[in-house]
């Protein structure tokens, strides 16, 4: 299996039980994750050789992400151990008609803060095949922008595959800032994935398609990868098509495009959802193992989207599930019965 390197912030979700809204509890439950360690996660379960790379705080606190991700065999080897706090984000479990919803507390996390010189991104590219992050990254502060590019630099320099999901957040910068950093970054990049919102926001692509009013017809999105992949030079551009029905009912599926041909997955209806938190980061570590593993593009986009389906059953960011058990969904069993 490969070595996979992923960069990123790993935070500590508080949530109240079950779908109690935050106004009305009095516990909350300490969940570890974020975009690029649920993806390192992944790819752990799938067998690969994963890195997860950061900052964390030397205090106990600190502790709980590193624990988290050693629980699942991602290797810490790489991760800094400074600065003053991890950062924090509160998650309500919406259902029905009513949203779920986040509030971040990250403002001078560690990562956000930490210095190019902490990290040493030629010893950590060395032999890997596979360099993984999200726009989540360089929208955290400044310094962790300069800390992503410089990870694509050295990716670059050892020959390694460089993946993003451009994953747009509104709640840390504007479209003008990110498309002003994310832009400068594609040059580096050979496999983007993002969904309609995120080509907009972070680039500057407008497809065709009404998410709003579940319109997400995959037609709808030829031209922009078409746009994308002329002015970037992408190998793959992929997105997650999801049809937000409630917040308890999804429908589900995916598209990739490599410059010749558009390729739609199966669609799956995915009812009721315990947990879409990290659906997107469990598609990008399902593509990423079927690129590297997979015959073609084809057989990589089904296992990422059975992937991700499966992720929605499971509470938590990461996504606890083995190959074998993706595998037997995208075969097509999916009736859910007992495994005796």
């Known amino acids: 299996m490969a070595k996979v390197v992923t960069l990123g912030e790993i935070m500590l979700r508080l949530s109240p039980e079950a779908n109690d809204r935050f106004i009305q509890t009095d516990t909350f439950r ?12 992944s790819l752990a379960n799938y067998g690969h050789e994963t890195y997860f790379v950061t900052e964390l705080p030397k205090h106990e606190i600190g502790q709980i992400a ?12 790489f991760i800094v151990r400074g600065g003053d706090r991890v950062g924090l984000y509160y998650a309500e479990t919406g259902a029905s008609m009513r949203p779920s919803k986040v509030i971040y507390d990250r403002a001078h996390s560690a990562i956000a803060e930490a210095e190019p010189s902490d990290f040493d991104f030629d010893k950590i590219m060395e032999g890997a095949q596979w360099f993984h992050w999200t726009g989540i990254t360089p929208a955290i502060s400044d310094k962790a922008a300069k800390l992503t590019q410089l990870a694509c ?41 993002g ?10 692509f407008k497809p065709d398609a009404d998410v709003e009013a579940g319109k997400t ?28 029905i409630s917040a308890s009912h999804n429908g589900w599926k995916a598209l990739i ?32 193992h079927g690129l590297l593993t997979k015959p073609n593009p084809h057989d990589a986009l089904e296992f ?19 190959a074998e058990e993706v595998e037997s969904l995208a075969g097509g ?4 019965r007992v495994q005796r």
């Open 304 to 322: 990422a989207v059975a992937a991700s389906a499966l992720k929605h059953t499971i509470p938590g960011d990461f996504n606890l599930v083995s």
């Open 153 to 193: 630099e050295a990716a670059k320099r050892h020959g390694v595959m460089v993946s993003v999901d451009l994953n747009f957040r509104k709640k840390l910068w504007t479209s003008e800032k990110a498309i002003s950093v994310m832009r400068p970054l594609m040059k580096y990049v050979d496999v983007c994935i």
């Open 66 to 77: 590193v624990n988290a991700l050693r629980r699942y065999g991602v290797h810490t080897d």
């Open 30 to 41: 300490i969940i570890p994750g974020g975009g690029e360690a649920n993806v390192s996660v």
């Open 195 to 204: 969904n309609e919102e995120d080509a907009q926001l972070c680039l500057g």
């Open 217 to 244: 017809e995959a037609k709808g999105y030829y031209h922009i990868f078409e746009g994308m992949m002329k002015e970037f030079g992408f190998k793959y551009v992929v997105s997650t098509l999801r049809e937000s």
């Open 333 to 336: 069993n999916a009736s859910g």
């Open 257 to 288: 495009y490599d410059g010749k041909e558009f390729y739609e997955s199966k669609h799956y209806d995915i009812m009721p959802i315990i947990d879409r938190v990290g659906g997107g980061d469990s598609f990008a570590g399902g593509l990423i």
